[in-house]
């Protein structure tokens, strides 16, 4: 069987390796999700919601890095197919907040699974030194082109993969 896959350049850049990464991570979760019946457009706003207990479209915009056309189309279809439910904000009566319902939960969840199982694919063989590295590495890179743009940078105070607080 031949192997379609481009050939690597002879001198990759760490930013060419990550993006490559990054895309192949991307493609396979699409596939998977798609597999289960759960459209591709929806797998940012399940994984955000699931972080959240509510949150505003606005909210949802920014932290997924879509328009807000997009998210709006989107969260019509995902109420529709009864992923989310969309209730008054109590303090803001102009806000709907965003929540998932218990299908939208399981949804969060199958997906947060598909990935949890790929990223221990990927990351395979790291030693939990070279996983600390790495993250420290991806964190530097991540705050440099935040300042570089002009952005602070992203805050630390998420807790850690399994942890709660």
């Known amino acids: 069987m031949e192997d379609k896959r481009p050939p690597r350049p002879p001198h990759p850049t760490p930013m060419m390796q990550i993006i490559h990464l990054s895309k192949l991570f991307r493609d396979q979760l699409r596939r998977a999700s798609e597999e289960a019946g759960i459209p591709c457009g929806y797998r940012m706003i399940l994984m955000e919601l699931s972080h959240l207990e509510k949150a505003t479209q606005y909210e949802l915009a920014k932290r997924t890095h879509l328009t807000a056309p997009t998210v709006s189309v989107t969260l019509q279809k995902m109420e529709h197919e009864g992923y989310i439910t969309r209730t008054p904000d109590e303090h803001d009566l102009r806000q709907m907040l965003v929540s998932l319902t218990e299908k939208g939960k399981a ?59």
Not at 123 to 135: C, F, H, K, N, P
Not at 151 to 164: D, E, H, I, R, S
């Open 107 to 165: 949804a969060a969840a199958d997906n947060r699974a598909r990935a949890d199982t790929l990223e221990q694919a990927l990351l395979a063989g790291l030693s939990e030194e070279d996983l600390r590295q790495l993250t420290a590495l991806l964190t530097s890179m991540e705050d440099n082109l935040h300042r570089t743009v002009g952005m602070p940078p992203v805050p630390k105070n998420l807790p850690a993969k399994g942890k709660t607080e």
